[in-house]
């Protein structure tokens, strides 16, 4: 479901298409760089390194202290880092994307993953679950004379097949569809709202144009398409259509598919337009598992679903609606140049209307409550079973869904082989491991979701950390969202990981493509100037790839948002705009973004390793000091979003810091210090293994060491706020959210934000002192007890 990273929009219009974009070049240095070793090689390389040393390591290995020290015992990361195969990663991949696999439609796929795990010595089982879902039955889209009724326009809905992709021709396809859209047969005049975001409806109704009873034809970008919809109904309108311009993924970017990775004029990007930042999953049972006999509420009253029809369109049907407003209403660069698409190029002129033709939208599709299937995999742990990492990745998808999901059910799979053969070897890991292999992620990433709220008991008390993986690769550029937490292993990972066709690893190629963000090494608040700058000239500041906080674009949600468990997202973007329709395929994956499978490998390959860390350190690498920097960033943003807020009602000046959120800060600050002294002391006084002579000695080593590890893997649930976000109370974590009128993105203390856009100061300090209390509490389970 993550959607394309996309930088660098050059407008269309006059603008002519770069030949060589970034993205491209990079590709092809890479592209034209042979494939290394074999899988053959690598194995012999492997069995060999391993077979001169297993007497003197597999002891160390299971009980989890193998180190990276040179002292003779085998780091399973190291030993892992040489499994990933790329010929097993095409077969993977193929496999997946050789049939159909929309939510609940393709069993197979879920008994194929589960028997995958069990053959690689991983218990497994199919978790199902009832969700109330929806499958098209019968659309269209047309313009017509209203007093004549003569049809000007008969939209075609279909993405044109492609020879020599026999993705573009299955004829299990789905046609143009919204997931959860509402059925209905509309007809009304026709308005154009460009992205259909809260400004844009604003700007439309300031411009004196009323969107009641009309049909909404807005564009693809910006905020989630459910909130286009949502926005469109709150103005009164009748329908929406949301085509994919091609100023945002289309020929303005780059050469089209066959001939580049870019959009098509034929092609529409599927999707879902519930309501994800009300509550994702099952739209009859929030908070809820979706059992086959659980209460369920009407739909009616479903909360995340929408009222009025809406489908997807290509810039091929959507041309004919635009000209169609072209000297009614405003001229849209009037209102902004934002406004504006690339369809310029072709002569379109961007009106907002209402036109004088009538538009009729019919989205007729059936809602049934169906069973989806999860495939969990679990390795359980030798020391400390109790305690689980959770790797993640959903297996559903729109179409043939190459990058996504199936590039990161590919990398799933290749890390259950990687377990499997480190078990062959005698590895266990330390904690459990759980892999999940989730349905009906794209409808609203109901399959996690459902998970999470049947096991939330032991999720909170046990989990350590949740690890998802979604479109693995899609693009060269590596992106990760994430809760500060995990941040510093997080590098640590990609600093190991060879970027494919260069020199750098992961980690710098990371902080190329990115700004990066400016890091400063102190983090106290206090000594900055209004700019976030430390006047101090010996002040220490570094570049850090950049790791923004986790929304709700994909299955992390419920165990970051309403579980309140660290977690951890990744993938490779930023090369594709063919997302969500049937030309993301296997072909496309294999002649533009990932040919020879490196850039899978090398996700397999950080992923693998962030669990393995996860899994097998005696102490766990997760820093409440990284949380601490990054919490002052986030009150940072804050503050500048509270700030525009107040300039614009009360007088400019009112409320230019929250000193509640900041003195929170600095005490967690302190408190996060006082565990890296523990750390320390455990290292100088007894070692991390606590393999020393003595019992008493070896008790006291242990105490400590799972006081730290108890402290650093529960501090992200005294995040969680049994009371929610206002509003939207599914919503648990007080830092950390959906964006109200965003959708995926984050918004950082969504409750204080909100409040501040709505006006509500009063309720303004109260959410920023109930905070600053959940930030004290978090402070003081850091101290050790
Ligand atoms: C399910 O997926 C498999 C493997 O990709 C494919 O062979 C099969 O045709 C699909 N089934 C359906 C009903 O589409
Ligand atoms: C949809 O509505 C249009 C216009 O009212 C009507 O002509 C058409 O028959 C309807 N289609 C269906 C499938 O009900
Ligand atoms: C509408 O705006 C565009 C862009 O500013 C301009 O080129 C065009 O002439 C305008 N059309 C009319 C009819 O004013
Ligand atoms: C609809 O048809 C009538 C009769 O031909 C014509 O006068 C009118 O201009 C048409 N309306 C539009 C918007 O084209
Ligand atoms: C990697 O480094 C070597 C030696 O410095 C150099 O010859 C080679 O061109 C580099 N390769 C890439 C892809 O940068
Ligand atoms: C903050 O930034 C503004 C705009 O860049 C600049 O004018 C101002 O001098 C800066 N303030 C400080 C204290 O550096
Ligand atoms: C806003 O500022 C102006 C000029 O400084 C002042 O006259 C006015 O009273 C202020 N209004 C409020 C609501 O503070």
Known sequence: ??????????????????????????????????????????????????????????????????????DGRIDPGQLFLRIPSTDRLREHLQYYTSGTHVAGINRTQAVHTRDYFEAQGIEA??????????????????????????????????????????????????????????????????????????????????AGVSIKDKVVLVRYGGILRGLKVHGAERGGARGVLIYSD?????????????????????????????????????????????????????????????????????????????????GHGKNASEISENWVGGLTSRGVEYWTGPSALSVNLLNHVEFKTTP??????????SEEPGRAIIIGNHRDAWCAGASDPSSGSAVLLELARAFGELMKLGWRPRRTIILASWDAEEYSLVGSTEWVEDNIDWIRADVVAYVNVDAAVMGSEFGASASPILKDLLFAATKKVAFPGSNETVYDAWLRQSQGDLVSDRADLDNEDDNGSFPDPNRAEHHTPPVRPLGAGSDYTPFMSHAGVSSLNLGFGGGLGTYHSNYDSFKQMTTFVDPNFELHQAMT?????????????????????????????????????????????????????????????????????????????????????????????????????????????????????????????????????????????????????EAAEDHKWKMLRQYEKRIAEIIYEAAWFLREV
Not at 64 to 70: K, L, N, S
Not at 372 to 381: A, E, M
Not at 657 to 670: D, E, G, I, P, S
Request: glycine share 8%; aromatic share 8%; hydrophobic share 40%.
């Open 605 to 753: 390959r950080v992923c693998g390793l962030v669990v393995i860390h996860l899994a097998d350190d005696a102490v766990l690498k997760l820093s409440p000091i990284s949380y601490a920097k990054s919490l002052a960033s986030y009150i940072r943003e804050l503050e500048r979003q509270v700030a525009g807020y107040t300039a614009a009602s009360l007088n400019g000046t009112a409320m230019k810091r929250l000193h509640r959120l900041r003195a929170a800060q600095r005490q967690f600050l302190t408190n996060a210090h006082l565990v890296e002294q523990s750390k320390h002391r455990l290292r100088a006084v007894y070692g991390e293994d606590c393999q020393m002579a003595g019992r008493r000695r070896r008790m006291n080593c242990r105490k400590l060491r799972k006081s730290i590890n108890d402290r650093v893997s529960r501090l992200e649930r005294h995040f969680i706020d049994p009371d929610g976000i206002p509003g939207r109370e599914w919503y648990k974590h007080a830092l950390v959210g959906p964006g109200r009128w965003l959708g995926y993105d984050a918004q950082v203390f969504p409750a204080i934000a």
């Open 246 to 326: 091609p100023a945002d993924d289309g020929y303005c970017i780059g050469k089209v598919y066959p001939s580049g990775p870019w959009r098509p004029e034929s092609s529409f990007q599927r999707g879902s337009v519930s309501l994800i930042q009300v509550y994702p999953g099952d739209p009859l049972t929030p908070g809820h598992p979706a059992t086959k006999d659980a209460p369920r509420l009407d739909p009616k009253d479903a909360k995340s679903l929408n009222h009025i029809p809406s489908l997807p369109l290509s810039y091929r049907d959507a041309e004919p609606l635009l000209r169609a407003l072209v």
């Open 125 to 206: 089982k199919i978790v199902e679950y009832y969700p109330w879902l929806n499958y098209p039955v019968d659309q269209r889209v047309a313009l017509f004379n209203e007093s004549t009724h003569a049809v000007e326009f008969e939209a075609g809905l279909k993405e044109d097949a492609i020879a020599g992709d026999s993705a573009s021709e299955d004829p299990n396809n789905l046609p143009a569809f919204l997931g959860l859209s509402a059925s209905g047969n509309v007809t009304g005049q026709l308005v154009y709202a460009n992205y259909g975001t809260l400004d844009d409806f604003r700007a439309l109704k300031a």
């Open 372 to 381: 989806i299937q999860n495939v969990i995999g679990r390795i359980t742990g």
């Open 1 to 70: 479901m993550t959607l394309p990273d996309i930088e660098e929009k050059p407008l269309c219009g006059s603008y002519v298409a770069p030949n060589q974009p970034a993205h491209r070049a990079r590709m092809n240095i890479w592209r034209g760089i042979a494939i290394g070793l074999s899988a053959m090689a690598l194995f012999l390389t492997l069995y060999a390194a391993t077979h001169l040393s297993v007497p003197l390591c597999m002891h160390d290995m299971r009980s989890g202290t193998a180190r990276d020290q040179g």
